[in-house]
């Protein structure tokens, strides 16, 4: 049976997430948009309300959320402000390779970390070479005893400044390509330095750097799943958060919607609201419908997962999906509204710089229609892959 219909307990976190969008970010989300402003004040507030940490696991006492449950929350959060809906969400990227490969100890002690110390943490994937092409790494880490010496520069990292923990992946065998990443935990010390904070076109609010190891020492513990095996760990990581930022993607959108509806009721134009021209309506019913149909494909590539199935295909579907959605909704809310859609002093152009990210990060729309065809035209392979990962 196919079902979305939400539980009282889901459709109690979504008002959560909501009420908390509606009152702590949305009244600062353009302040903060303008001067780059880092949201702490809001991390903090979402703490200590139980919005950040959802899938940390019960047993090291955190609420065990399911992905559905997630993504009620962050298309919520990104309704608000999706720039502090990254900076709240960014744990959860940097988490799930841990959940996925560190030992119980490792795992203990750092989301008791996250969730006792309110301690943020980083994804720490993409270089100034290896961006979509991951195995084009060259951070290095190199054995030493019982410990990992990294070297090497990550760019882009969400929080990356901020950051008590790094979730790095780095060449332990060089020539192997993708078959020579490892994943290691690193807890920030004087050898890691943020060399650059972006000045970014949208998401203003979170932070995003680059971080460098400088013969930073990591004790083998820390090592998440087998040496060598990182690639495959970044990739199932991919296929959990990607949902999430399907259901930013969404929050965007429908934020963008809701502006340029209500827009098109109050402007007047040619003696009637715009809202009365065909032209306009038309856009406004496929901006529903794409809104609509982002949130069935990110609500069923998160229900997969909490079924225990692979998603692979389905989280790229919703990612490529919403994002896209989000670039032409959020463009369409600056053409409903016209010259004014221009001006920052209204809403919609802070949207549509926003929603340009998300075409991007997590793998850009590019990335998930190639995964999209790969798992369309070689099923046979794919069939093997979720066995070898199973
Ligand atoms: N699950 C498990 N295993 C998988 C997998 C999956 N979803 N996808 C691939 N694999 C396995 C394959 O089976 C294969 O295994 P073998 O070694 O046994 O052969 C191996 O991984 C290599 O797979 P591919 O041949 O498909 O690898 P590829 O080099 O062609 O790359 C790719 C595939 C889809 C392009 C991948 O590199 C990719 O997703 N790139 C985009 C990276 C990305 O999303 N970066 C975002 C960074 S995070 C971020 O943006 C957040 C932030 O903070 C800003």
């Known amino acids: 049976m196919v079902d979305f219909t939400l539980t009282d307990e889901q459709k109690a976190l979504r008002e959560l997430a909501h009420d908390f969008a509606e009152k702590e970010i949305r009244p600062v989300a353009w302040e903060y948009d303008k001067d780059g402003t880092w949201p702490q004040d809001i991390i903090d507030k979402a703490w200590e309300v139980g919005l950040m940490n959802v899938h940390a696991p019960e047993e090291?006492?955190?609420?065990?959320?399911?992905?559905?449950?997630?993504?009620?929350?962050?298309?919520?959060?990104?309704?608000?402000?999706?720039?502090?809906?990254?900076?709240?969400?960014?744990?959860?990227?940097?988490?799930?390779?841990?959940?996925?490969?560190?030992?119980?100890?490792?795992?203990?002690?750092y989301f008791t970390d996250l969730i006792e110390n309110k301690a943020l943490a980083s994804f720490c994937l993409t270089e100034p070479d290896a961006g979509s092409d991951v195995s084009g790494m060259r951070t290095r880490a190199v054995r030493k005893g019982d410990k990992y010496v990294l070297n090497g520069s990550k760019c882009f990292i969400t929080n990356g400044t901020y950051a008590n923990w790094?979730?790095?992946?780095?060449?332990?065998?060089?020539?192997?390509?993708?078959?020579?990443?490892?994943?290691?935990?690193?807890?920030?010390?004087?050898?890691?330095?943020?060399?650059?904070?972006?000045?970014?076109?949208?998401?203003?609010?979170?932070?995003?750097?680059?971080?460098?190891?400088?013969?930073t020492e990591v004790d083998a513990k820390y090592l998440l799943g087998e040496e060598n095996k990182?690639?495959?760990?970044?990739?199932?990581?991919?296929?959990?958060?990607?949902?999430?930022?399907?259901?930013?993607?969404?929050?965007?959108?429908?934020?963008a919607f809701e502006f340029a509806t209500e827009y098109s009721k109050e402007r007047v134009q040619f003696g009637v609201p715009i809202a009365m021209h065909q032209a306009i309506q038309f856009m406004i019913a496929d901006m529903a419908t794409k809104v609509h149909l982002a949130r069935l494909a990110t609500w069923n590539s998160a229900v997969l997962l909490d079924q225990g199935r692979r998603n692979t295909l389905e989280s790229s579907h919703a990612k490529r999906f919403a994002a896209d959605a989000a670039m032409e909704i959020t463009t369409d809310a600056v053409q409903i509204y016209g010259g004014y859609g221009f001006i920052k002093e209204y809403p919609v152009e802070k949207l549509m710089r926003d929603a340009k990210i998300m075409q991007i990060y997590e793998g850009t729309s590019q990335i998930q229609r190639l995964v999209i065809a790969r798992e369309t035209l070689l099923p046979r392979r794919i069939e093997e892959q979720a066995t070898a990962t199973a």
């Open 60 to 109: 090291y006492g955190g609420p065990g959320l399911s992905y559905l449950d997630g993504c009620l929350i962050e298309e919520e959060l990104a309704w608000g402000c999706s720039g502090i809906a990254t900076s709240i969400g960014a744990n959860g990227l940097a988490a799930a390779p841990v959940h996925l490969g560190g030992s119980e100890e490792v795992k203990k002690e």
């Open 166 to 215: 790094y979730t790095v992946y780095a060449k332990t065998d060089p020539d192997a390509g993708h078959r020579g990443i490892s994943a290691f935990l690193v807890r920030r010390d004087d050898t890691v330095t943020v060399d650059k904070k972006e000045d970014k076109l949208g998401q203003r609010a979170s932070n995003t750097a680059t971080i460098t190891f400088n013969d």
């Open 230 to 255: 990182g690639f495959k760990l970044a990739m199932m990581t991919l296929d959990r958060t990607r949902p999430g930022v399907a259901a930013m993607a969404t929050g965007i959108a429908r934020a």
